[in-house]
């Protein structure tokens, strides 16, 4: 008590030495730092004697920015006590040789390293800490990295430490979820997608678009509900997702998120915590989804094209798949997806968002194992033909939003898919010489694969479906464009 008394008075209230940090770090901080960060203010809300500066070395600018609040040139509003790290020379000079003096002082110290009573210490809190943050940083963009006294000690954690945040008093970890599944003649893989859902199961419903292989049934036997679609009304997948979102809300009221799912998917033990807990913290972020990979990307060419689609960087993304966890209420208020849309209700979804002000994120986190048992061409040409489908009916719903997508996928397909090969026939009547500008395809093979790094597969192969590809999506824009003319519906377009 007596020690703790002449740190107060030697340091301010709250002053907390390196010898008693161990097992008492304070969660807020670590949250404020990045909160800040994520809002580019150059005011960051440091506390010179918290645990998080003791144990992390910043960037250039964040450096100079703590530097600059030790020696006195800037205020920081959010901490009142006496940086432990000052030299006890009282006030900061007021310029000249003697502030030089004083500046270079201060730097002496920030850089100088911990005692060696200490370094076991401050190894403990950098692993917590890493814990806590190494997922949040990469989304928020905050250049932090761990000071290690040797590089064999550097803890290399990639993914958010569910357990850690539950520790700190978060309670996103148990908010309600339910689970929506969709699916249609799944079969085995839509029983291998309910069990993965494990105590998950309890709150979830499948719904079921007219499937003929008996998945309702053995559905049925996994989850609470089954809800069967209306074979009179054309069924999409935006519908379904609507459908089981309703039957949620009826059921379970008091839900606070919605995890959405095909029934081709696996999900990860650990998402639904991860995800609800990152809502919880993010009260501007609406839905969320991680790392969706392919189950066997190496059983076709196609499935390692899927797995390579599916791959992003982590942060706010503009638009998402059809894996997310998204907050109910927000759901409730836009009134579910577009049910219209055969394909691309998930990206429409997220315009509407994003024009309100709402953000979209991915996280660094295993979410799903997609299993697209693409094994034909055929099967990828017809994919491929509802990309361009919805491409072009996503895009004309929001032609004049500013939050519109696709443009640069339409254009793309619109030039290397129409464009280009009807002028260069068109011109070979008149000029036989004009075939020649086929010869560009090739060498956008080549610029696509030069640009692919070694390690993405077989880049040459990418590159080349990558060009082939534009013309299936070119064929189902021109469909999307005829159905509108002759005013047709357009039906699902089913690859498997």
């Known amino acids: 008590m007596a020690e703790q008394l002449a740190q107060d008075a030697r340091h301010g ?6 010898q008693d940090m161990a097992g008492s770090l304070r969660f807020p901080d670590i949250v404020g730092i990045l909160q800040h960060a994520a809002k580019g203010t150059n005011r960051v809300p440091f506390d010179p004697v918290s645990p998080c500066l003791q144990c992390y070395d910043f960037t250039p600018n964040e450096r100079m920015a703590r530097r600059r609040i ?35 002082q201060c730097d002496k110290e920030l850089k100088a390293p911990a005692p060696a009573s ?6 403990q809190q950098r692993t917590e800490i890493l814990q806590i943050t190494s997922g949040f940083t990469q989304v928020v963009g905050l250049g932090l990295r761990p000071i290690t006294t040797a590089k064999k000690q550097r803890p290399r954690i990639r993914t958010m430490d569910t357990d850690i945040l539950s520790q700190r008093g978060y309670g996103g970890l148990g908010a309600d979820v339910c689970v929506v599944v969709i699916g249609r ?7 291998d997608c309910l069990h993965s859902l494990k105590s998950h199961r309890e709150r979830t419903i499948y719904v079921d678009s007219g499937s003929s292989d008996g998945s309702a049934e053995a559905a049925a036997k996994l989850c609470a509900q089954v809800v069967p679609l209306d074979m009179t009304i054309p069924f999409t997948a935006a ?7 309703d039957a949620v809300m009826r059921r379970w009221p008091d839900t606070a998120f919605i995890q959405f799912l095909d029934g081709d998917c696996e999900l990860d033990a650990k998402w639904i915590a991860t995800a609800a807990t990152f809502l919880v913290m993010r009260k501007d972020v609406a839905l969320v989804f991680g790392r969706r990979r392919e189950r066997h990307p190496d059983r076709t060419v196609f499935n390692a094209i899927c797995d390579r689609e599916w ?3 982590p942060g706010e993304v503009p638009a998402c798949g059809g894996d997310i966890l998204i907050r109910a209420s927000v759901l409730k208020d836009f009134g579910g997806y577009t049910c219209g849309l055969i394909a691309g209700e998930e990206p429409e979804l997220c315009i509407r968002l994003r024009e309100r002000g709402w953000k979209i994120w991915r996280l660094p986190s295993e979410m799903t194992r997609h299993d697209a048992d693409i094994s034909r061409l055929s099967q990828w040409w017809r994919r491929s033909v509802r990309c361009g489908h919805a491409y072009a009916q996503v895009f004309h719903l929001h032609r004049a939003s500013p939050s519109r997508i696709w443009t640069r996928n339409l254009r793309r397909a619109v030039f290397w898919g129409g464009l280009l090969p ?19 395809y090739p060498l956008q093979i080549l610029r696509l694969a030069l640009r692919k790094t070694p390690k993405s597969g077989n880049r040459w192969i990418f590159a080349a479906f990558d060009v082939l590809g534009k013309f299936p999506e070119m064929q189902g824009i021109a469909q999307f464009h005829l159905n509108r003319l002759i005013n047709r519906q357009q039906r699902i377009i089913e690859y498997k």
Do not use: M
């Open 118 to 123: 200490t370094k076991e210490v401050n190894l």
């Open 422 to 440: 009807f002028a260069a026939l068109a011109c070979t009547a008149f000029y036989p010489a004009a075939f020649a500008l086929l010869l560009v």
């Open 239 to 245: 519908r379904a997702r609507n459908a089981g979102f």
């Open 70 to 104: 030790l020696v006195g040139e800037i205020r920081d509003p959010h901490s009142t006590s006496v940086p432990s790290c000052l030299p006890a020379a009282g006030t900061p000079p007021a310029s000249g040789i003697a502030k030089r003096a004083w500046r270079a």
């Open 311 to 313: 791959d992003g960087p």
């Open 13 to 18: 209230p709250g002053h907390r030495g390196p």
């Open 185 to 191: 003649n799944e079969g085995q893989r839509l029983i």
